[in-house]
């Protein structure tokens, strides 16, 4: 008999497996027993509750997309200024929790399945347009060309983690802040 309640926290074990596992193999060269064996379970479990590595690969992601979501969502009603907005966004990108070794490669990996896989390229792009959008607003009021400082701040963003995962960027959260408001400080000037 299946045991009443266990699947959500199952799949929460999968997919904290599944993170930790690529972020250590730094690729998605892992399989789904190395994840299931990581989560105490067993492959067979793994396939039934996600049918595929792919699949499980995604649901991570979305656990991961969820969770900056929040970061967000509880730093701007705090933010009081268009300019605090902002800073509310590039703080929420690099929350430890967002911005953690396993976090960073399993990005790099999930840009990587973005090309091949058409689940992984929807979920990637809701996730750029949503932070352009929140980028926009907050930077409307503040320059003559939003669009422009829009698309560098989000490619900043992206590049940092891209950096991060390969080893030649701030490995830190609070540096990666400080480059981004450093480039925003002098745009904004």
Request: net charge positive; aromatic share 6%; proline share 4%.
């Amino acid at each position: 008999m299946p045991k009443i309640g266990a699947e959500p926290i199952r799949k929460a074990a999968l997919i904290n497996a599944a993170i930790a596992a690529v972020g250590r193999a730094g690729s998605l060269d892992v399989t789904v027993a190395q994840i299931a064996r990581e989560a105490g379970m067993s492959s067979a479990l793994a396939h039934h509750y996600f049918g595929s590595k792919d699949q499980m690969f995604l649901a991570a992601m979305r656990h991961v997309l969820n969770g900056y979501h929040d970061a967000v969502t509880a730093r701007l009603p705090l933010a009081e200024t268009p300019r605090a907005r902002l800073q509310a966004i590039i703080d929420a990108s690099f929350d430890p929790q967002n911005f953690q070794q396993e976090v960073i490669s399993a990005w790099l990996n999930f840009y990587a399945l973005s090309r091949v896989n058409d689940q992984a390229a929807r979920l990637l792009r809701v996730y750029h347009g949503r932070l352009r959008s929140n980028l926009m607003v907050a930077l409307r009021p503040l320059c003559r060309h939003p669009e422009r400082v829009t698309d560098t701040l989000a490619a900043l963003i992206d590049g940092v983690y891209l950096r991060a995962a390969l080893g030649r960027g701030p490995a830190d959260g609070a540096s990666a802040i400080k480059m981004i408001t450093d480039y925003l400080d002098e745009v904004l000037t």
